[in-house]
């Protein structure tokens, strides 16, 4: 069953669709089933995968007011195992619609039941706002991915995101929790970034990746040939990043799993 993962953050510019695109290309080079969600009306992490969010047919608007399945409207990338549930400018009247209907925050959830056994991984671009596409994503997600650059700013707007965080896990969504923070854009010559990432890590420890994601011309060249840097440049210090971001991600899983299993195995012993 997949493990659905929401990359969010409300302020724009800090590499939510590239983060989508490179997570969701690096699990596939292994082999596995990525299914790659697009809730941002502008659509770069569907352009970014190589999909032009103009020519499709239907989008996220049609499966989020059930007007179409997940199955029908996915498109298939060539020669990977990735899926994309593409995103369009129809997501905006997809939102207004939403604000209409009951269960206006379940409608991304209801629609992934039907599909999530088919992948090893659900990863859902957010679009930069705390709207209810977001919150549609967060319902649907177990956890949070929070790609942030190491500035001023940024940190106010992680404390917003935090309570918004809080709230849904509180009233909608109790399995949801931050999967990871991840420094983005970073420039280690900055002293503000390294001021900033200090204090990401004095505040929320182990949460913070490990792996940081540099400033890179060729990740920032390939969304405009419409592929993941993995297909680009593999030998880039971008793609390099997101390898090991994807390898530090599959560490904790396993470390959780085998602390869940020992949890078990005492229990059965008592």
Excluded: W
Excluded at 168 to 188: A, C, H, Q, V, W
Excluded at 213 to 233: C, Q, V
Aim: one cysteine or more; glycine letters at 6%.
């Amino acid at each position: 069953m997949g493990k659905s993962i929401c990359i969010v953050n409300q302020k724009g510019g800090v590499g939510k669709p590239t983060t989508a695109v490179n997570l969701a290309a690096s699990p596939a080079a292994t082999r596995k089933r990525v299914l790659l969600v697009d809730m941002d009306p502008q659509g770069n992490a569907t352009m970014g995968c190589g999909v032009n969010k103009n020519d499709v047919e239907k989008s996220g608007c049609e499966v989020l007011l059930g007007e179409a399945s997940i199955s029908a409207v996915r498109v298939q990338l060539e020669d990977s195992k990735i899926d994309v549930l593409p995103g369009n400018a129809d997501l905006t009247a997809a939102e207004v619609s939403l604000m209409q209907q009951d269960d206006r925050e379940q409608k991304l959830h209801q629609a992934l039941q039907t599909i999530k056994h088919e992948y090893d991984y659900i990863l859902i671009d957010c679009p930069p706002a705390l709207n209810m596409l977001t919150i549609n994503a967060m319902v649907a997600a177990r956890s949070v991915i929070i790609p942030m650059q190491c500035e001023y700013y940024a940190l106010e707007g992680l404390s917003a995101l935090m309570n918004t965080i809080e709230q849904i896990k509180g009233s909608i969504n109790p399995e949801l929790e931050i999967e990871g923070i991840l420094r983005t854009m970073f420039d280690p010559r900055n002293n503000l970034a390294n001021q900033v990432s200090s204090q990401l890590i004095l505040h929320f420890g182990d949460k913070v990746y490990r792996t940081m994601i540099p400033r890179n011309i060729r990740l920032a060249e390939a969304p405009s040939y419409g592929l993941p840097i993995l297909l680009y440049d593999k030998s880039s210090r971008g793609a390099l990043s997101y390898l090991a971001l994807a390898g530090e991600i599959l560490r904790r899983e396993q470390s959780q799993a085998d602390s869940d299993l020992n949890i078990s195995s005492e229990a059965q012993q008592a």
